[in-house]
């Protein structure tokens, strides 16, 4: 059972576009939503988080989205740039460990 | 400098064979966790450890076993149970749990089964 449901796989957006990644998950007992971003042969970074007492929280260009009623959270990358290409993964906590999403590979084109 | 070392960074081993992946920390951190990275397959939890000496089994535990002897320290051993081993194992730490802040992770061990 897939507890952290993730789209697109992969996504392809123009220099200075808005790259928006989905996640659902299944667990309402989940109360910590981070999204980690990857390059090739290194591991993840947290890049934000978000708790499900608020909708909404911005970092610089980086903005994550949450609709508890709905179970969905999304990420949104404004200002897309080439240096944005990495795979992100969104993840669930509760208590002690995180599940993760199947990831989201993202190519900015120059 | 603090982070998370793993080693080695690329492991080839022979069908039948055992290997052990290496942790370390220097964070002091009280967590720490091991994942396995499969494309297209996510990140997916194979053991963690909250405290020295105890230590939990993830969602693919199955043909693994780990050790935490020392708070620094949480070796992964692939035993040749483990049907399909080839992947992308990711070592990560935590402060407290996992809900409570950001997991740091290290640069991953590439293991090629040949």
């Known amino acids: 059972q897939q507890q952290v449901k993730q789209s697109p796989q992969s996504l392809i957006v123009q220099k200075g576009g808005i790259s928006i990644i989905n996640c659902a998950y299944e667990n309402t007992a989940f109360d910590y939503f981070p999204w980690y971003q990857q390059f090739p042969g290194k591991g993840p970074a947290l890049l934000i988080a978000?708790?499900?007492?608020?909708s909404e929280k911005k970092e610089g260009r980086f903005t994550i989205s949450f609709n508890k009623s709905a179970k969905q959270f999304s990420l949104h990358i404004m200002d897309s740039q080439p240096g944005d290409s990495a795979t992100y993964f969104c993840a669930a906590s509760r208590y002690s460990t995180l599940t993760f999403g199947k990831g989201t590979m993202l190519l900015v084109s120059p | 400098d603090g982070g998370i070392t793993q080693s080695p960074k690329y492991l080839f081993r022979k069908e039948g064979q055992n290997v052990t992946l290496s942790c370390e920390q220097n964070l002091n951190h009280d967590a720490m966790y091991w994942y396995r990275q499969d494309p297209g397959q996510g990140l997916r939890l194979i053991y963690y450890s909250q405290i020295v000496n105890d230590f939990q089994k993830g969602d693919i535990a199955e043909g693994y076993s780990v050790s935490r002897e020392k708070k620094e320290s949480f070796p992964l051993t692939v035993t040749s149970a483990q049907k399909n081993p080839t992947a992308f194992y990711l070592c990560?730490?935590?402060?407290?749990?996992?809900?409570?802040?950001?997991?740091?992770f290290g640069e991953g061990s590439r293991l090629t089964v040949l």
């Open positions: 978000i708790r499900p007492d608020v």
């Open positions: 990560a730490s935590s402060r407290t749990g996992a809900n409570t802040g950001e997991l740091f």
